[in-house]
């Protein structure tokens, strides 16, 4: 079994500032873990991926996520947030090898302040 | 190339009536996925294609839904006797065979039940 927690379902930052969303996860193997990104009205798109090579993975537009085995968590950051990072986010995670089922988290909508 | 396609992208409908919902995956994909995006639900699995192999079933919410994807490409989504908390977009995903996990996304269909 495996499931995803999403802590905040809204986040606000101001422009600028630190962006840290945060995932935790459950998995009973070992996991792959993602982070997509939704804009509005418009589908998901992956942002970055966790394979089990670095744990430090960097994906688009400046996000970057670490996997902490011990903390079974993998949160989103970007040093400076931009005006256009406004959209919501989701974390998701499938065992380890692929070829399973994805299961997503509720989200996380982030509001950037300018 | 072409991404996941799904129609159609607005369906209105009214109680008690069947919808269809399709989706053509990103050619070469072994594996499909359905979700279902309600307001504040974050992503609801709903049902898993992969190969030749049995679909995953577990998340359809109950017997008025089904789902058969034919020569293991196109799918279709079925809900029948519509009820207004079917109201959702309904999400549509591909996944490649390289064990990657990474799923793409169509833009989803938008069902109303009046």
């Known amino acids: 079994a495996q499931s995803v927690t999403q802590l905040g379902s809204h986040v606000s930052v101001s422009e600028g500032a630190l962006v840290l969303l945060r995932c935790n996860y459950s998995s009973s193997v070992p996991p792959y873990l993602f982070w997509y990104v939704q804009y509005p009205n418009q589908g998901l798109q992956l942002l970055l991926k966790y394979t089990s090579a670095a744990t430090l993975v960097k994906g688009i537009n400046g996000f970057e996520a670490e996997f902490k085995k011990s903390e079974t968590s993998f949160h989103l950051t970007k040093p400076s947030a931009h005006m256009s990072d406004a959209a919501e986010y989701f974390c998701a995670v499938t065992p380890s090898g692929g070829y399973q089922k994805v299961t997503f988290g509720t989200g996380t909508k982030l509001q950037v302040i300018p | 190339g072409a991404g996941v396609s799904q129609s159609p992208s607005n369906k209105v409908t009214e109680k008690g009536k069947d919808v269809e919902l399709r989706c053509d995956p990103i050619?070469?994909?072994?594996?499909l996925y359905w979700y279902r995006q309600s307001l504040g639900q974050g992503l609801e699995f709903l049902i898993y294609f992969q190969g030749n192999s049995a679909p995953d079933k577990s998340g359809l919410p109950s017997d008025r839904f089904s789902a058969e994807r034919t020569g293991g490409s196109v799918s279709t989504l079925t809900i029948q006797r519509t009820q207004q908390e079917d109201s959702a977009v309904y999400l549509c995903?591909?996944?490649?065979?390289?064990?990657?996990?990474?799923?793409?996304f169509g833009e989803g269909s938008r069902l109303t039940v009046l």
């Open positions: 995903a591909s996944s490649p065979p390289n064990r990657s996990g990474e799923l793409f």
């Open positions: 050619s070469g994909h072994t594996a």
